[in-house]
């Protein structure tokens, strides 16, 4: 609800709810008419008048005409925004398949009234729930012509000119990230296509973990070696290499033992914690451990072996976030 001018309680401010659920007729001291969008009401524009009810035609003319100009606006905002929408998104694009350079990138949103600046620009991508086909989160066009962005379906990107925020301040663009993102470093223009690699490297990695955090590219340590390899075959055959024995076991049976050498590995090996980490005695942990030593056919207590294990539990998380766009967008 919004409203101008002074109204008493008489008027039905006082009590709005109870006034615009009633009744109304022109001869109640409220002229109401509905602002029609494809047919169907959007608002409600009130009018109170201490005129007779003799002399309210005037006033039921008015707010029908402003009813209706209202309605013209919205829809032609409407209009301009989804014609902005697929600009950005067709500029975005471009940018993401190698079609423009970072240069030219700029060049282009500044055209479409995007100021990025001479200085450095950050790339951020939230992740969209593979179930959720509703738009994700965009970039405030209205408050900040300093950053473009598009729903590319599974993510969303915005491109943003760095302007001394914080990183806070730059996840906030595209609002709350409930399934996570990444970000890239502040780059000039002309590494516009390095930062874009960067924020998807984030994004994916984030995807991965339970926690769904929003990602720096510089939080990321081994993550960036395994978000190239899972860009090919290599990282596919390393964790089926690596895991390949204990995940057919665990698809045939109803304890599944990934979940206790993934808890295993995140304390570095350490018994009591991991027992502590997955609420069971340490006489049931450690029977669990040497089945899937067994399994595997490694020592798990080879500080090596445990190594190629996380890299191997990392590279399956990444390749199971990955598979499940994959399937996502593979749908007709």
């Avoid at 709005?16 to 494809?38: K, Q, T």
């Avoid at 900040?144 to 599974?154: E, H, K, P, V, Y």
């Avoid at 081994?222 to 596919?236: F, H, I, M």
Wanted: proline share 4%.
């Amino acid at each position: 609800m919004a409203y101008v001018g002074e109204f008493d309680e008489a008027a039905g401010i006082e009590d709005w709810d109870r006034h615009a659920r009633g009744l109304h007729s022109d001869d109640n001291g409220c002229v109401r008419r509905p602002v029609l969008m494809r047919g169907q009401p959007w608002g409600w524009i009130h009018v109170f008048t201490d005129r007779p009810a003799t002399e309210r035609s005037t006033a039921a003319f008015a707010t029908e005409r402003a009813a209706a100009a209202v309605a013209i606006s919205l829809l032609t905002d409407r209009s301009r925004e989804a014609r902005d929408d697929q600009r950005s998104t067709a500029l975005i694009t471009r940018l993401l398949i190698g079609d423009l350079s970072g240069a030219e990138f700029v060049d282009q949103a500044g055209r479409l009234g995007y100021q990025l600046g001479s200085g450095q620009i950050v790339v951020v991508i939230a992740n969209k729930d593979a179930r959720d086909e509703s738009p994700g989160p965009r970039a405030g066009r209205q408050i900040d012509t300093g950053a473009i962005s598009a729903d590319m379906g599974d993510y969303v990107v915005a491109v943003a000119a760095e302007s001394g925020r914080t990183r806070a301040e730059l996840a906030g663009l595209l609002g709350k990230m409930e399934h996570g993102g990444g970000m890239s470093r502040a780059v000039p223009a002309s590494m516009l296509q390095v930062a874009v690699t960067q924020a998807k490297s984030a994004a994916a990695v984030s995807r991965s973990l339970p926690a769904s955090p929003m990602l720096h590219f510089d939080d990321l340590g081994v993550e960036r070696l395994l978000v190239t390899l899972a860009q090919g075959p290599e990282l596919a055959s390393f964790v089926e290499d690596e895991l390949g024995p204990l995940l057919t076991k665990d698809a045939q049976s109803t304890t599944p033992l990934l979940p206790t050498l993934r808890a295993f590995l995140a304390v570095d090996g350490r018994k009591t914690e991991a027992a502590e980490k997955l609420f069971i005695q340490r006489r049931t942990l450690y029977n669990r451990l040497d089945r899937i030593a067994a399994i595997l056919g490694k020592s798990l207590d080879d500080a090596a072996t445990r190594q190629s294990l996380l890299l191997a539990v990392k590279g399956l998380d990444l390749l199971e976030g990955s598979s499940v766009v994959a399937r996502r967008s593979s749908r007709p």
